[in-house]
C-alpha cells in the first residue's frame, strides 16, 4: 500500500521560503506524477503543480512565479519550495499520487494523500 | 482558470434520505470531472473521478453524473459516515482546480 508523508518546518516567517518533503513509502516514485495540494484553514482546496518522476513539472499559474518542485528519485521523495510567503500561504499542505487502475494513469486525479502537514506563517 | 462553483453550499439531509450535489464548470471540462470527500481533520478521499466511474472500495450509493459544464454528486441513502465536505474538481486541461465545497450535514 503506497503512503505518503509530508515534512517540513511548521512555522516559516514572512518573507522566507516554505520547504516541504514528501517521502513515498510502499511503492516506487517512477512513472507517476506528484502533486502538492494546499487548503487554508477553514477553507477549500487549491492544487499547487506536479512534478513527473522523470523531473518534468506543471505548476499553477497563480503561484507559478514563487514555486518550484524537485523529485529525488534515489531516495523516493518530491519537495516543494514556495519563495517570499505571507499569511496568505498559511495551510495545511498535502503531497498526492495520481490515480492509476488498469494500467492507466489519470492525471489530475488524486487518490493517494499525505495526511497534511499546518504550515504557518508568521513572525 | 477554469472555475468550479458548487451548490448549495451547505445541505441538510436526514439520515437514509437522498442528497444531491451539483457542481458547475465555467467551461467544459468534457468528463474530467472527480469528486472528493473530506472529513474534518483528514485527507480529501476520492469517490468518482471519470465523472462516473467510482474509485475503489467506494459504495454503490455513491453516483456520479454529467458532462461538459453540469456535474452531480448522489448519495442515495445517506448512512452517518457519509456527513462530511465534498469537492468537485476538473482535471480537463493539465491545470486543475476545485469548487469550493458542500458541506453535508445532518438534518
Known amino acids: 500500500q503506497v503512503q505518503l508523508q509530508e515534512s517540513g518546518p511548521g512555522l516559516v516567517k514572512p518573507s522566507e521560503t516554505l520547504s516541504l518533503t514528501c517521502t513515498v513509502s510502499g511503492g516506487s516514485i517512477s512513472s507517476y506524477y506528484w502533486s502538492w495540494i494546499r487548503q487554508p484553514p477553514g477553507k477549500g482546496l487549491e492544487w499547487i503543480g506536479y512534478i513527473y518522476y522523470s523531473g518534468s513539472t506543471n505548476y499553477n499559474p497563480s503561484l507559478k512565479s514563487r514555486v518550484t518542485i524537485s523529485v529525488d528519485t534515489s531516495k523516493n521523495q518530491f519537495s516543494l519550495k514556495l519563495s517570499s510567503v505571507t499569511a496568505a500561504d498559511t495551510a495545511v499542505y498535502y503531497c498526492a499520487r495520481d490515480h492509476c487502475t488498469n494500467g492507466v494513469c489519470y492525471t489530475g486525479v488524486f487518490d493517494y494523500w499525505g495526511q497534511g502537514t499546518l504550515v504557518t506563517v508568521s513572525s | ?107
Open chain 2, 1 to 107: 482558470e477554469i472555475v468550479m462553483t458548487q451548490s448549495p453550499a451547505t445541505l441538510s439531509v436526514s439520515p437514509g434520505e437522498r442528497a444531491t450535489l451539483s457542481c458547475r464548470a465555467s467551461q467544459s471540462v468534457s468528463s474530467n470531472l472527480a469528486w472528493y470527500q473530506q472529513k474534518p481533520g483528514q485527507a480529501p478521499r476520492l469517490l468518482i473521478y471519470g465523472a462516473s466511474t467510482r474509485a475503489t472500495g467506494i459504495p454503490a450509493r455513491f453516483s456520479g453524473s454529467g458532462s461538459g459544464t453540469e456535474f452531480t454528486l448522489t448519495i442515495s441513502s445517506l448512512q452517518s459516515e457519509d456527513f462530511a465536505v465534498y469537492y468537485c474538481q476538473q482535471y480537463n486541461n493539465w491545470q486543475y482546480t476545485f469548487g469550493q465545497g458542500t458541506k453535508l450535514e445532518i438534518k
